[in-house]
């Protein structure tokens, strides 16, 4: 039983990375997105680190994965009444982790020595890595302008068309060494990106300096499932944002992104009949069911993805004696 | 009908200036002491002016008066469960004010204006103002060293023998521009020192530079109303401290405390017995009911203080025509 990598965010992601930490629990390292991270009246917001912990942690809300269960926005209340900006809802509970990380950055605490204590507080025994220690910041390129993913969600109601991506930072932005050492465990079996929004979600993960190349330098396979299931988007504006980009909205689309990283791709059970058009494109492909309702179908599909990952690493074993 | 002009802090500070509210309206300005003002978290919290204004927006809790009505702590249990400062409960509802405050003082902005921009959303026509823009944080001097009020109260449970105190930064704190316009209000009718502790609640406000000497120069009636009843305080640790200084615990050395400054002081009827040994020491004293269990209370005493301070007016006139 060895370590599991994952990159991830948002609510799909943070789903599967629970059904590998439920069968792999420490064996488990996620990589999360924060290239949607934004400041707010001092606070400091890292939205899909913070889905990722109350998920982990077993406290997000069942139907609004992002905040904890019973969420109050007692807080939010008073500040609109006190003339306060008029944004995405701040949840009371909420609240503690964001005012923690602000007084934290501000004191110079590395966001990943930050989420570990999160972690170490929450019983999280896995680990969960913010994907640079460095800020980068997604912009979105509509045709309101560039904007945050904040800005577009909240602001805008996803709006705008979008045109392009730009992850402004990621250039300069460093691999941390507890991503590195996590990437080299010596049992590592299998790096996996997880259903989440391939733009604003696994490629500013992937545009931080060295990530892709480390990823691909360690022999493993890696896996990606797909958030897009039947031309629409489980969840968030995945589809809308692939047809305003001039791509096919389907999950063959979220493959193409990840040409020549990955080495599996697995497509839900309904579109199983794209399964040869995507292999055709040059990536082995399984389907399963990827809609997670229950945490068991978490833990199935981390399972799925698990035996996908050791049937390739045979195969290749294989290919290499011949 | 003219403007009053109040000095006030705490539960009991906030009642009476509710008091003079009700009857005064926009005819009222009250100088609240910022010297118990702490930081926590990357919050700015002024506890005495938070009271104010949920006191004169009417939204204060009736019974614990120094937060909004039904607060709420789900901000507060998480912070604890991950692992934040254990201090005074930071409420949901009062997060907001303390929040806001903290992202406009780190902007550069006034005290003033930010607690004016409150008013105006709390719908508040009266003026509060903090007692100066530049910091002054009272320390008290115990055996245990010297700490804030929030240590005294929160950490330390009020146990430590108190020495003494000292208000560091009023060397250097400057009256407001709103403060001399307040007190050169030409309908100036009387300055009010509402039931606060004298120690940490008022003398911070009176030790600003020039504060005492700008009060007497206006001429008018100087009123103090008791905080101490029967030699127990009506609330907080006033009582406590009196006794540790070496002072008795009495109506009368609240009034000791004000001499040289004030014109009239209020006892309760409780200490009515009092009047002549208080007057003897150089006041002119009534005694009225002080406890303000409702409004209607509030309304009360404000009238009375007003009527206490027209009588004083009428003698001096009444003195100076001889």
Chains 1, 2 share one sequence.
Not at 22 to 28: F, N, P, S, V, Y
Not at 111 to 140: E, G, K, W, Y
Not at 246 to 263: C, F, M, P, Q, T
Not at 289 to 310: G, H, K, S, Y
Request: hydrophobic share 40%; glycine share 8%; net charge negative.
């Amino acid at each position: 039983m060895g370590t599991v990598v994952a990159l991830a965010g948002q609510i799909g992601g943070a789903k599967l990375a629970d059904g590998f930490y439920r069968i792999r629990g420490e064996h488990l390292a996620v990589i999360v997105n924060t290239g949607d991270d934004y400041e707010l009246l001092g606070l400091s917001i890292s939205p899909d680190v913070d889905t990722m912990l109350y998920t982990l942690a077993g406290i997000a809300d069942p139907r609004r994965g992002w905040e904890p269960v019973e969420e109050t926005f007692s807080f939010y209340d008073m500040l609109k009444r006190l003339g306060g900006p008029d944004r995405s809802p701040i949840g009371d509970r909420g609240m503690a982790m964001q005012l923690m990380r602000a007084e934290a950055l501000r004191s110079e605490r590395r966001p990943t020595d930050i989420t570990r204590d999160f972690c170490h507080a929450l019983n999280i025994t896995a680990r969960v890595l913010p994907m640079s220690n460095d800020a980068v910041r997604t912009q979105i390129l509509t045709e309101a302008g560039a904007v945050s993913y904040e800005e577009y969600f909240s602001d805008l109601q996803c709006e705008p068309v979008v045109k392009g991506f730009f992850y402004a930072g990621a250039d300069q932005a460093q691999l941390s060494e507890e991503i590195v050492n996590a990437l080299y465990a010596p049992d590592l079996e299998a790096i996996v990106i997880c259903p989440s929004n391939p733009y604003h979600t696994i490629r500013p993960i992937l545009e931080v300096q060295g990530m892709r190349e480390l990823l691909r330098s360690r022999g493993v396979p890696i896996i990606a499932v797909t958030p897009i299931v039947g031309g629409s988007a489980l969840k968030g504006s995945a589809a809308k944002m692939m047809r305003e980009l001039g791509h096919e909205v389907s999950a063959r689309s979220v493959a193409l992104e990840y040409y020549k990283l990955i080495d599996g791709f697995v497509i839900d059970v309904e579109d199983q009949a794209d399964t040869d058009g995507i292999r055709a494109s040059g990536f082995d492909v399984i389907a399963a069911p990827t809609f997670m309702r229950t945490i068991d179908d978490r833990i199935a599909l981390a399972r799925t993805v698990l035996d996908f990952a050791e049937a390739i690493r045979k195969r290749k074993l294989a290919e290499a004696d011949t």
